[in-house]
């Protein structure tokens, strides 16, 4: 989270890159807690996210991408295996990559307009905040998400976690 390209609203990271591969390395039983301890871990003040911690990032537009993790996270460990599968094939772990980081993406841009327009009360139309929180970072995450295929394709013969 600390490397980071500034955008408005919404930095590019290095987050969604670590997402998509834990679920594609560890499944989603295990890639679920390990993003539910990151999460808590930034809720309990300790400087994790990109800007900090603490419970009042909750008031943050991005926080619904750090829900979305969670979540995200689940669906490509989901996707990416069958039971019977020894290891997943490329084109099962693109699918299952792309469909995480869609997810991601709902949970976030949904969070983003209700944060600001209930909470911070900006003056951004819907056109502007899928600009922001989609258009402008959906590239780089395509981009670090195929990195992160690769990466698991050859880790999974490795590692066998599951």
Do not use: C
Not at 14 to 30: A, E, N, S
Not at 43 to 48: N, Y
Not at 83 to 105: E, H, Q
Not at 130 to 145: E, N
């Amino acid at each position: 989270a600390y490397i980071r390209i500034p955008t408005p609203f919404i930095p590019i990271t290095f987050q969604v890159f670590f997402v998509i591969l834990t679920g594609l390395l560890l499944g989603p039983k295990m890639a679920v807690y390990s993003t539910l301890v990151y999460l808590l871990l930034g809720l309990f003040g300790i400087p994790v996210f990109t800007e900090g911690g603490g419970f009042s990032y909750i008031f943050k537009p991005t926080f619904g991408y750090i829900i979305g993790f969670v979540f995200g996270s689940f669906v490509t460990g989901t996707l990416s295996f069958r039971k019977n599968d020894k290891y997943p094939s490329f084109k099962r772990m693109v699918m299952a990559f792309l469909l995480g980081v869609l997810t991601i993406y709902l949970f976030g841009v949904t969070y983003f307009l209700f944060v600001a327009k209930a909470v911070l009360n900006l003056p951004l139309t819907v056109s502007a905040i899928l600009t922001y929180g989609f258009l402008m970072v959906i590239p780089g995450d395509l981009i670090t998400g195929v990195i992160a295929v690769l990466i698991a394709k050859r880790l999974n013969p490795i590692l066998k976690i599951r």
